[in-house]
Nanobody, 123 residues
């Protein structure tokens, strides 16, 4: 069974950091592009970053660094300088293609999704 499982979320103070993990089972990530998204209450889902099988990355906010370890079949998203407005459920997603889509922030281009993990930034 194909599955993506996020971990590493939780409560963090403003200015703090977290490292989210996205572990795959039932399929290999090494030939797939992987993206990270988030969904805050009463807001639209937001695409954050994408990493290709080569390690090339695409992102809008330099506070969020995406990476991957193909040997561990896992992708990561490092969050830093966190703000209360970063509070959201964070999701990882994988594509059936090795490259990120031109519009990497559009979730419609991703085929597999994790269940999401809560990140709360609060003092």
């Amino acid at each position: 069974q194909v599955q993506l499982v996020e971990s590493g979320g939780g409560l963090v103070q403003p200015g703090g950091s977290l490292k989210l993990s996205c572990a795959a089972s039932g399929f290999r990530l090494n030939d797939r592009a992987i993206g990270w998204f988030r969904k805050a209450p009463e807001k639209e889902r937001e695409g954050l970053s994408c990493v290709e099988n080569t390690g090339a990355t695409y992102y809008a906010d330099s506070r969020f660094v995406i990476s991957r370890d193909n040997a561990k079949n896992t992708a990561y998203l490092e969050l830093s300088s966190l703000k209360p407005e970063d509070t959201a459920v964070y999701y990882c997603a994988a594509r059936d293609f090795a490259v990120c889509p031109g519009d990497y922030e559009d979730g419609r281009y991703y085929n597999y999704w994790g269940q999401g993990i809560q990140v709360t930034v609060s003092s």
